[in-house]
């Protein structure tokens, strides 16, 4: 898509010319993402831009297509292009603030569900690190009637995830708390303010060291302050588990989401911390990603 040779463009051609230059970028999904940033640029959906893939661009739409293109050479992620990611069947609202939620963080969910089961009717429930706010209103909307009280240290990542708690529909008995992990949920004298029926969290997991062979669109582009695990990727983890059962209700469950090869590491400490029916479950690549168990 040369400035300094300008002829007529199609989006196949313009398609098939993006394709190639990701591919020799390294990105393996390079042409589903020629595609959704061609959709965005134009505000046409993907189906749209197959089925008009013969049509001639002007030369408004090649500038913004070009503009945006710009930034995915970068490696900047396509989500942060469009402005959101579905999750759980839901559109959520992310940029460089928050993390970008991928696929198998719908497994914490779905554990969390399991683990509410007979308990959710007004159940509440604790997200902490909660980014985009993915888990915990997921949770909320799965299950209109728990309270949810989320918490993150970083104000740009809560104003995602309230902006996000109002689009979709989740406002009601819901808060969103700067902190560090539990100290938003204490009351004057330092106490846990409620009990909570489940405590859940994805929290930052990546070893220090790591984080530089991460690749490029997740290395230079999302925010290391939600990927950063300390030395062995379990800092915060080891905090979770040691904090959690002050805030828990009797019969009450923790679940974490992890990194892969972490299981072994994180279900002992459960374990050692008195959590019971301790459970691995594994995401949608065989990975042991999540970490569950009951206190009391």
């Keep these: 898509m040369s400035e300094a040779a300008p002829r007529d463009w199609t989006i196949r051609d313009i398609v098939g010319w993006m394709t190639d230059d990701l591919r020799k970028r390294g990105v393996e999904s390079a042409r589903l993402d020629a595609e959704l940033v061609v959709a965005q640029a134009i505000a046409l959906d993907r189906i749209q831009i197959i089925i008009q893939s013969e049509r001639l661009l002007s030369a408004g739409e090649l500038d913004a297509i070009r503009t945006l293109f710009k930034r995915r050479r970068t490696l900047e992620p396509v989500a942060y292009l469009r402005g959101y990611r579905e999750f759980y069947g839901r559109p959520f609202k992310v940029d460089r603030r928050v993390l970008v939620p991928r696929p198998d963080t719908e497994i914490l969910v779905q554990v969390a569900l399991e683990r509410l089961q007979g308990r959710e009717l007004y159940a509440r429930v604790a997200d902490l690190c909660t980014g985009s706010g993915c888990v915990g209103i997921t949770l909320k909307l799965e299950l209109p009637t728990t309270t949810l009280d989320a918490t993150d240290v970083s104000a740009g990542a809560l104003a995602v995830a309230r902006d996000n708690a109002q689009r ?5 008995t819901c808060s969103f708390r700067q902190g560090d992990l539990f100290a938003p ?4 004298t330092g106490a846990p303010a409620h009990p909570y029926e489940l405590v859940v969290s994805n929290p930052p997991y990546v070893p220090h060291d790591e984080i530089a062979t991460l690749q490029a669109d997740v290395r230079d582009h999302e925010p ?21 059962p002050a805030f828990l209700s009797p019969g009450g469950a923790l679940a974490l989401e992890i990194g892969a090869g972490q299981a072994d590491a994180v279900a002992p400490l459960l374990e050692a911390r008195g959590f019971r029916d301790v459970r691995r479950t594994k995401d949608y690549g065989g990975h042991e990603r999540v970490v569950s168990g009951v206190f009391g």
């Design 168 to 172: 979709l529909g989740a406002v009601f």
């Design 185 to 188: 949920l204490r009351d004057r």
């Design 224 to 244: 290391h302050l939600a990927l950063d695990g300390g030395a062995d990727g379990l800092d915060l983890v080891r905090r979770i588990v040691d904090e959690a």
